[in-house]
């Protein structure tokens, strides 16, 4: 059993109607008042997002997930397709599901599929993968100002802001967690 107040990204709690994953927290002390922790819950099974406040000494119940090794393979339509790496089985995830995750899906990267209760729910990926940039402005004699930057498209559709030294054609490393550029990978 855990209180709102031990909550951290990805966190995964039981609800009376379905499991969910914490993709936010702020605790909250108003004068005079209860401390309380402001959420958005994302429902595992269904993709929902939900806002919640708990109590912060409320009790609720901690989940854990198996995580195997996983790869993904492709895309077809708005289905996602992966291999389980231990049994070899091939599984699909709906782009719902997956949510952002689907900007950093690569031909055979290596993902790790969530279980719950035998069931796959979701996976989580890389904390850094490294992308393509296919468009982006040209640079241009004189863009030198420290801490500059300008938009560039990737290979996924993903769209982050990179140093003007950056051209179509090279490969970058990103933060999956914040969705930004780390370096320039040669």
Avoid: H
Avoid at 169 to 186: A, H, P
């Amino acid at each position: 059993m855990i209180t709102p107040n031990d909550f951290r990204f990805g966190t995964i709690i039981k609800l009376e109607d379905g499991y969910y994953q914490v993709i936010e927290y702020q605790r909250v002390k108003i004068a005079q008042r209860r401390a309380f922790v402001k959420t958005k819950l994302k429902n595992l099974i269904t993709g929902q997002v939900i806002e919640k406040n708990f109590d912060s000494d409320a009790t609720l119940e901690e989940v854990e997930l198996e995580k195997k090794k996983g790869q993904f393979l492709y895309c077809e339509g708005d289905n996602y397709y992966f291999m389980d790496l231990e049994t070899y089985e091939t599984l699909f995830f709906p782009k719902e599901v997956l949510g952002d995750r689907v900007y950093y899906l690569t031909e055979n990267l290596e993902v790790a599929i969530l279980y719950l209760q035998g069931k796959p729910v979701n996976i989580e990926v890389p904390t850094f993968v490294v992308l393509q940039v296919v468009e982006t402005q040209a640079a241009f004699k004189g863009d030198t100002q420290a801490g500059s930057s300008k938009p560039a498209k990737l290979s996924t559709g993903l769209v982050i802001d990179v140093p003007f030294f950056v051209e179509v054609g090279d490969y970058v490393r990103i933060d999956t967690r914040t969705n930004t550029y780390v370096e320039r990978v040669l």
